[in-house]
């Protein structure tokens, strides 16, 4: 009788053991989602306050940085896969330089540089992965978009309402270059010309591959997620 009793209890220790090690195996990666946080996402522009444009389209415009919301920032949201949930994970930057040339009412030229190891999120454990095994910043520190493709831009409106402008160019991500043309939004604020959008893109295509992480995968199709502020040399 003892006996039994004795295997009785190692029978029921164990499955207690099954339960508390399923039960972590479920929670988990909802503690993870939970501690990590949403990010830092990079919105578009906003035409509340706008002023009508004070100065002519044409001409030379750097990236530039604003006091305002509508200041440059240029990131990243991509969609976490898990046992028990999908998140979206954010990060931005501001370290963004470039130039758009207008000739004649006509975009003719633009390219847009952004330094991919001060992309950052609310993590800094999320921060490094995402450097060191999603990105590869040490072997390419930065992403690049250009314009391709001429654009009349004589349309956009000069009293501080938004407007829609397709730009075609290419971009390059991790050393992959790839045609991309996308609708943004585009606005003339006194001094400033704003362009934002939110860019799909389909990771593979780019070379970035989901590391191994903790019960998480990144999906496919992710966000580039762009607002830049631009002003006359």
Excluded: C
């Excluded at 444009?53 to 750097?62: K, L, P, Q, V």
């Excluded at 829609?164 to 160019?169: A, E, R, Y």
């Excluded at 295509?205 to 990144?218: L, N, Q, R, T």
């Amino acid at each position: 009788m003892a006996q039994q009793k004795s295997a009785s209890k190692i029978v029921i220790a164990i499955f207690v053991v099954l339960i508390v090690v399923l039960a972590l195996v479920a929670v988990v990666p909802v503690l993870i989602a939970m501690a990590m946080g949403p990010g830092v996402r990079t919105e578009g522009l906003s035409a509340e306050g706008a002023q009508p444009a004070s100065t002519d389209i044409n001409g030379e415009w750097r990236v530039t940085q604003t006091r305002d919301e509508n200041t440059t920032s240029v990131g990243f949201t991509f969609f976490e896969i898990l046992p028990s949930d999908r998140r979206e994970t954010s990060g931005s930057t501001q370290d963004v330089e470039g130039y758009v040339t207008i000739e004649a009412g006509t975009l003719q030229a633009g390219e847009i540089t952004v330094d991919m190891n001060e992309v950052s999120t609310d993590n800094e454990r999320r921060d490094i992965n995402v450097r060191t095994k999603i990105l590869n910043t040490n072997e390419f520190p930065t992403a690049t978009f250009r314009v391709t493709e001429p654009v009349d831009v004589s349309e956009i409106p000069g009293d501080g309402t938004p407007a829609k402008l397709t730009l075609d160019g290419e971009l390059e991500i991790r050393g992959e270059t790839r045609p991309l043309s996308h609708e943004f939004d585009v606005l003339r604020d006194a001094e400033l010309l704003v362009v934002s959008g939110d860019v799909l893109i389909n990771r593979n295509e780019y070379g970035v591959e989901s590391p191994d992480f903790v019960a998480a995968k990144i999906d496919d199709v992710g966000e580039l997620n762009i607002r830049i502020a631009l002003e006359k040399n």
